[in-house]
């Protein structure tokens, strides 16, 4: 069953947006807890006051939000959710499912969001053709760090498609460098996964296998190739690879005992806090294969159905200032993503994000940007807890491709029932 999102916010729009004649307090679920994050939730906050209104942070600490969705359902269970919270991909289905959320679609005609948005951007922050949620940021998951001194020692080139890449990776493996920084964790395994998927068989072929959950795609050829290159990855990979974390086997590239790692753009600020500059030190580029494609990520935050004015226009402001270019610069200037909207000046972003932009620009255009799915944008996560499993179940065992491609499509089915 499905329920009418309410036109609330609508009464209060045009006085909002020029002067609030209300002050609210705004109470705002999040996760970003530290470093660049927690900068640029204090930069919304300020910018949030400066328009009449109070902050009340709901900060839960833990990186991938689980302990904060298990409070905020706590929260709408007991009839008092808070004004908006950090949300996205599929779960804002779910929520919207719930009845609970309030509709946006003033503030989002006002400022023009469905033009100032790719519309496989705007589409995930829709309930029933209605927006529900403001986006903050776009990662790009599909990137490849590379150290390219690394590669210059060990005579390798660094590679663009995979054939170039195991072709690299031996002579580093000879050079005695550790050719994948990798931590063997299931997400880390799912994002090295959803990454060979797209440079194995292309954009179409991933959103059919990873956004549809068509079983043919799932069980298939391509498929079992995907799997294949997967392991081939893995004996590229130290011992020490199991349980570290991300940023420390970014780490490993920076310090050069390791020559690339497969990861998002997140990564980045670890080069950055170590001081070494794109182009010099290192290298970012999309993973073998995925040049023309681009696989995203995207903060976002929703908006609950609440009663009163007040809270309404809160809401209002909150919506325009998350998507305001002002706001859209500064968080992405810290967080290492780009900005969401279409018309943000890149003047102060370094080249990756630039790459980046006009990676998301181009794919958005030739319809070969796709969701994450190791990272909640393209399924639910029961289906996504279902691939991350047998992922790295076939990780760290011998299983074969072709049963790997065949249990893929039990596990997904056994998930969305």
């Not at 170039?164 to 994002?191: L, N, R, S």
């Not at 999309?286 to 908006?303: H, L």
């Not at 200032?321 to 003047?347: E, H």
């Amino acid at each position: 069953m499905t329920y009418p999102l309410k036109l609330g916010l609508g009464a209060v729009l045009a006085a909002t947006l020029s002067a609030p004649a209300l002050a609210a307090e705004v109470e705002v679920l999040h996760w970003w807890t530290s470093g660049g994050e927690a900068r640029s939730v204090a930069e919304l906050k300020k910018m949030l006051e400066e328009k009449g209104h109070t902050w009340k942070d709901f900060a839960v600490a833990g990186g991938g939000g689980e302990s904060a969705m298990t409070v905020l359902k706590s929260r709408v269970v007991s009839g008092n959710p808070p004004t908006a919270a950090q949300i996205k991909g599929p779960a804002i289905q779910e929520w919207g499912d719930e009845g609970v959320l309030a509709n946006l679609d003033p503030v989002a005609e006002a400022e023009s969001w469905d033009q100032q948005l790719p519309d496989v951007v705007s589409q995930v922050m829709k309930y029933d053709e209605h927006y529900v949620a403001v986006p903050v940021n776009v990662h790009r998951v599909n990137w490849m760090w590379a150290n390219p001194a690394v590669f210059e020692e060990a005579g390798a080139e660094i590679p663009s498609t995979w054939d170039e890449f195991f072709t690299a990776a031996d002579k580093i493996q000879a050079a005695g460098f550790t050719p994948v920084a990798h931590g063997g964790q299931p997400w880390q395994d799912a994002t090295t996964f959803e990454s060979v998927v797209l440079g194995v068989g292309g954009a179409d072929f991933y959103r059919s296998a990873l956004v549809d959950l068509d079983p043919e795609a799932l069980n298939s050829e391509t498929m079992v190739e995907a799997f294949q290159v997967l392991r081939r990855i893995k004996s590229y990979t130290d011992e020490g690879a199991p349980g570290r974390d991300w940023n420390l086997a970014t780490a490993m590239v920076i310090n050069g005992e390791a020559a690339m790692q497969f990861m998002g753009d997140w990564a980045k600020g670890e080069f950055t806090s170590a001081d070494q500059q794109p182009g010099e030190d290192y290298v970012c580029l999309p993973a073998p294969g995925t040049g023309d494609a681009f696989t995203f990520n995207i903060d976002s935050f929703v908006m609950f159905d609440l009663a009163g004015d007040e809270a309404g226009e809160g809401q209002i402001q909150l919506a325009s200032t998350i998507m305001s270019p002002a706001f859209q610069q500064i968080f992405n200037l810290n967080k290492g993503s780009i900005p969401a909207r279409l018309d943000v000046p890149l003047d102060d972003f370094d080249d990756c994000a630039i790459i980046s932009n006009q990676d998301f620009v181009q794919s958005a255009e030739a319809g070969t940007l796709v969701p994450s799915m190791a990272h909640g944008m393209s399924v639910s996560p029961a289906v996504q807890g279902a691939i991350f499993d047998l992922v790295t179940q076939f990780y760290n065992s011998d299983m074969a491709a072709e049963e790997a491609a065949e249990k893929l499509v039990s596990a997904v089915q056994a998930a969305q029932y």
